[in-house]
């Protein structure tokens, strides 16, 4: 706890190894070591509109959605999520923007100095996000968007109490940390409510007991997704219809799932802040986040990156490539580049992909948790196979082989992604 620190003359990646190493473990779900240093920091009662945002999936396009509104209509907006693709600097925007690396290194500082002052240690995970909140604090920012990082009551995010708090849904994912069923895990995401303030659940399931249950003890204001707000598709496939009591919205689709862009757009008709219609249509045309159905052209191909790496997300997922390939019809024909890591639900995932797609280009990560070939092709067993050393060369090999009519879907894991955007990057 006591080891020497960096300077603030160091870099950000001497900063980030000293995270990495100064607690026992990365992860330690509990409030009771970084509410001291927060209170040291001044942190934990923002002069600012918090929205908190938890769910099993969905949360960075939501997040990403909210942020992107509210900027375009003129606040002056900190947004934080996890995890990063490229740089540790995606964590932090502001007014859309990642911070630089001067800045992360002095709230670092910040935050050392408090934990010391406070004789605790704190996880990776604890002290990047408390730098975080330093950095909104000293930018005085009008609005304060939080992504949980993993269930929502034990979470770090949480010794921040939100104005508005979002629950995208439940799904079951980290069941090591959370528990194993829905419930168990309702029970940790709801532990971002707190009294009198609307909360939003956009989950299209039935609303979890444990959920309903923290909102009626909070006497907080519960809005559901097809109860108390509705959206639907406009038949051109380019609009969308956002329906609540006393309010309709024609809106445009953004480049994100619409089920979250429409839990953004209640939280904020919900939040008492001012946003009109125009900044609303405008900051989701606006909103970009990579890995969530990102379509992009690579050398006349049309490609698709998706982060989906469990059964909720791959539904997410199936879900939004069904609508995708409603409105372009020449494409009949989907090819994957897939791995996994170890850890997660492969079989699950697989089985839901297997009626979508036609070719596999499978290949192991280069990461620690990564799931060997041999548990990828068991998996698979049946399906149409290929495999490949790295997903460097699964990817270029799906390039080369397939045709105009062929969508190429990259997805099981962020690691797979990143793979490809290197591989791309190394091309240009």
């Avoid at 429409?262 to 909103?287: D, F, H, N, Y």
Wanted: aromatic share 8%.
């Amino acid at each position: 706890m006591n080891s020497q620190a960096p300077l603030a003359t160091d870099t950000l990646d001497t900063w980030l190894d000293y995270w990495g190493h100064v607690h026992v473990t990365g992860i330690d779900l509990g409030l009771e070591r970084v509410i001291p240093v927060a209170e040291k920091l001044g942190v934990t009662q923002p002069e600012a509109k918090v929205f908190t945002v938890a769910g099993t999936n969905g949360k960075g396009s939501t997040t990403t959605t909210l942020a992107s509104i509210l900027s375009v209509q003129g606040y002056k907006v900190g947004l934080y999520q996890s995890p990063h693709i490229y740089r540790f600097n995606e964590r932090v925007k502001l007014a859309g923007v990642e911070v630089d690396d001067q800045s992360l290194i002095d709230a670092f500082v910040q935050v050392d100095q408090a934990r010391r002052a406070c004789q605790l240690s704190l996880s990776f995970f604890e002290a990047t996000t408390l730098a975080a909140f330093v950095i909104f604090k000293q930018q005085q920012c009008d609005v304060w968007v939080l992504e949980v990082g993993l269930g929502g009551r034990l979470d770090v995010v949480n010794v921040i109490d939100p104005d508005v708090a979002v629950i995208t849904n439940i799904g079951l994912d980290h069941t090591d940390w959370l528990g194993d069923s829905i419930e168990k895990i309702a029970f940790e995401k709801a532990g971002i409510i707190r009294p009198n303030i609307p909360v939003i659940f956009g989950g299209l399931q039935p609303l979890p007991h444990a959920i309903q249950q923290k909102a009626d003890e909070c006497q907080a204001q519960l809005y559901v997704a097809e109860r108390d707000y509705f959206y639907q598709f406009s038949e051109d496939g380019q609009s969308w219809l956002f329906a609540a009591p006393g309010t309709t919205l024609k809106l445009p689709t953004g480049c994100l799932a619409l089920e979250n862009i429409s839990t953004a757009v209640a939280a904020i008709l919900l939040s008492g802040l001012e946003v009109s219609q125009l900044a609303i249509a405008q900051g989701i045309q606006a909103a970009r986040l990579p890995g969530r159905f990102e379509l992009r052209q690579v050398a006349d191909r049309t490609v698709i990156f998706d982060a989906g790496h469990n059964p909720h997300g791959m539904e997410f997922l199936l879900k939004q490539l069904r609508n995708f390939l409603h409105y372009h019809p020449q494409y009949t024909d989907v090819v994957t580049v897939f791995s996994m890591l170890a850890d997660k639900d492969i079989a699950a995932v697989v089985g839901l992909l297997k009626g979508s797609v036609s070719g596999w280009n499978i290949a192991p990560l280069t990461v620690p948790r990564a799931a060997p070939l041999e548990q990828l092709q068991q998996a698979l067993q049946g399906e149409p196979v290929k495999t490949y050393r790295d997903i460097k060369s699964a990817f270029k090999s799906a390039l080369e082989d397939t045709q105009n009519h062929q969508l190429i879907l990259v997805c099981g894991s962020f690691h797979t992604l990143e793979a490809v955007w290197e591989y791309l990057e190394q091309c240009q």
